[in-house]
């Protein structure tokens, strides 16, 4: 079973179409991620893929649950690293990570042997007594991506997880997101085309709402003609898909 | 469980913003004793220390209308809430979490407030239980104000609204610094349509005992909570589908 198929999804505000009949699978422990100019429509997938809006028309479905009939199947599933850094300013790196925990019904004793395993991972232990409010953006981003990590959801949804994050924590980032490569189905928006090439199984390359492109970084290389990723992402977007 | 975790936050955000202290409870109590004081030093009867008790517990209760409303609005600015939004709560777990932490707190200011007036002369009676437990009804309204206020404004409106406005306005039209007789005409009939000046007097009409006088004054605050609440939560969740 696919870890997530979208059908013809569609997402319509007023006058504009923010997704247009959108529709790809991802598989189970794939990374994949989704590429697009600002106004591609990245981020307003990625909404209706955690249930944080409904589509206007398609559906999308989780591990075989319905975004728009079964939402809080789908919510139990996932973990959301939203685009800004989303944490409780008057809480304590630790206090934030129990929160989650807490929400996803995570019991006492198991929380704090969770809570030693991300904090280890994204190097958070200088932080845990600090409160989330006092530190830098770079230590914030951090706790929020641990934030999404730590309830163990089957597909992680990371909306440009390294803006703001300096090149070490870039790149220590980079390896946590390899180490969930297999185990988590993880679906990443970024800028960064050094980032999505590093990473990604596969890319989608969404223009206007459209999915223009998805192949593998490899595959979209040959498909544009070109030697960098960089400059096919372009040629792609600039062509608007007509290859 | 889920909406108990969620509630602990907000209650440890709230106890930790060293402005809920200076306002919920030192602000109210400081106006408890120089009232008293004038009192003391004036020859007619303007703060006797039973009359003016409820009406400054009361008062001390728009405060926490501005710690609620001030919360709602910070998490809906910040991506917080949308991070929230896609874990397991439901629509109950928030308005709940969000109105329970208000709850002891209220209470505990009132209960503070009367024991205050204590050492200012209020006599001992087991009509201060019934003082302090008949503030829950009220602490509703006013919660319900927060939560309605939060749900639209943002954090500076609400700053703004609830802290200048409602302070104000609940202060002016509840009698507790002016009998509204000796102003009449529409004032007066503007503060008794409204629930503040009742919130008052079925606080005063407890502690002196007279029941049957206070009753119709708990329907006024119970009938404009109800409809506080119930708006409150519409709003609130007109707000949380547009996220």
């Known amino acids: 079973m696919d870890a997530i198929r979208i059908e013809n999804l569609t997402k319509e505000y007023k006058d504009t179409v923010a997704v247009d009949n959108l529709s790809f699978t991802v598989a189970q422990g794939e990374l994949f991620s989704l590429l697009g100019v600002n106004g591609a429509g990245k981020t307003t997938t990625i909404k209706m893929l955690s249930c944080l809006t409904l589509p206007t028309a398609g559906d999308a479905f989780l591990h075989g649950k319905s975004i728009c009939k079964e939402s809080a199947a789908v919510k139990a599933m996932v973990g959301v690293s939203p685009q800004e850094t989303a944490v409780a300013p008057g809480l304590t790196v630790y206090e934030n990570l129990e929160l989650i925990c807490g929400l996803y019904g995570l019991k006492k004793d198991a929380r704090k042997e969770r809570i030693d395993e991300i904090v280890a991972s994204l190097r958070l232990e200088k932080m845990l007594r600090k409160k989330a409010g006092k530190l830098s953006g770079g230590w ?14 089957r597909i992680l949804f990371l909306d440009e997880p390294t803006l703001g994050l300096d090149v070490i924590a870039r790149s220590e980032l980079w390896d946590l997101i ?32 459209r999915l223009l492109i998805c192949d593998t970084p490899a595959g979209i290389k040959n498909a544009a003609g070109k030697e960098s990723f960089g400059d096919a992402f372009i040629h792609i977007v600039k062509e608007g898909g007509a290859l | 469980m889920r909406m108990l975790t969620f509630a602990g936050r907000n209650t440890k955000e709230l106890l930790r913003d060293p402005l809920t202290l200076a306002f919920g409870l030192g602000f109210p109590l400081v106006l408890l004793f120089l009232l008293s004081a004038i009192q003391a030093n004036v020859p007619v009867s303007l703060f006797e220390v039973e009359h003016l008790t409820p009406g400054v517990a009361v008062f001390g209760l728009s405060f926490m209308t501005l710690f609620s409303a001030t919360l709602i609005s910070k998490d809906r600015g910040s991506s917080l809430l949308r991070r929230l939004y896609t874990t397991p709560l439901t629509s109950l777990d928030f308005i709940l979490g969000y109105t329970l932490p208000i709850l002891p707190m209220a209470v ?13 002369g209020l006599e001992v009676t087991v009509n201060l239980l019934f ?44 009698g507790t610094w002016f009998d509204l007789d000796l102003v009449g005409g529409a004032f007066k009939t503007i503060a008794n349509a409204l629930p503040f000046v009742h919130a008052v007097e079925l606080e005063r009409g407890v502690l002196a005992g007279n029941f049957s006088e206070a009753l119709p004054h708990l329907w006024w605050v119970l009938g404009y909570a109800v409809l506080t609440l119930a708006a409150a939560v519409g709003l609130f969740l007109r707000q949380m589908k547009r996220q």
Request: proline letters at 2%; a positive charge; charged letters at 15%.
């Open chain 2, 131 to 174: 003082a302090i437990l008949f503030i829950l009804p009220v602490s509703l309204l006013y919660i319900g104000i927060g939560l309605l206020c939060g749900s639209v404004l943002t954090d500076k409106q609400a700053g703004g609204v609830c802290g200048g406005l409602l302070t104000n306005l609940a202060a002016w039209l509840s």
């Open chain 2, 108 to 120: 505990a200011q009132a209960t503070i407030c009367y024991l205050a007036a204590l050492f200012l």
């Open chain 1, 178 to 209: 390899r180490s969930l490569k297999g185990k988590t189905t993880i679906l990443l928006t970024t800028h960064y085309m050094e980032e999505a090439e590093a990473l990604s199984d596969r890319v989608a390359i969404m223009k206007d709402g």
């Open chain 1, 140 to 153: 914030q981003r951090r706790l929020s991506i641990a934030m999404a990590l730590i309830s163990h959801p």
